[in-house]
């Protein structure tokens, strides 16, 4: 797979943003495919490189991702642990994805409440 070359070789010249967004494509892929726990490992490491090398967008793309994963594994507690802080991000970089994230928190509040009511 082309992008497991692309990780090797942002491995080796040590491009930790490349790598970092690679990581972040290879998860994607991997949820697409329906191995979500490799997905998550994935957005894992990446998440560690975003924060480590500062990039406060990515971080937070990731942060929603997990978020997204874990609302569809009925996670919602990990969900908003993970879209929380990515809103947060969003709405301080005025990005106007922040709006779609404040829609999926509502969507997994909503869930919690509907969990609690039964």
């Keep these: 797979m082309l992008y497991n070359q692309s990780l090797e070789l942002t491995e ?3 491009n930790l943003e490349g790598k970092a967004a690679t990581l972040h ?3 994607i892929i991997y949820a ?3 191995d979500v726990d490799e997905a998550i490992a994935l ?3 990446s998440l560690e490189l975003e924060e480590r090398i ?5 971080f937070a793309m990731t942060l929603w991702w997990l978020g997204g994963l874990a609302q569809k594994q009925g ?3 990990t969900a908003i642990k993970y879209l929380q802080p990515s809103l947060e991000i969003l709405q301080r970089l005025k990005s106007p994805d922040a709006e779609k994230v404040s829609k ?3 969507k997994v ?3 919690v409440k509907s969990k609690t009511v039964e």
């Design 109 to 111: 509040q909503e869930k």
């Design 32 to 34: 697409n495919w329906g």
């Design 75 to 77: 996670d919602f507690a």
């Design 54 to 58: 500062g990039n406060v967008q990515g």
């Design 12 to 14: 080796r010249i040590g």
């Design 25 to 27: 494509q290879l998860a």
């Design 43 to 45: 957005l894992q490491k």
């Design 104 to 106: 999926i928190i509502a």
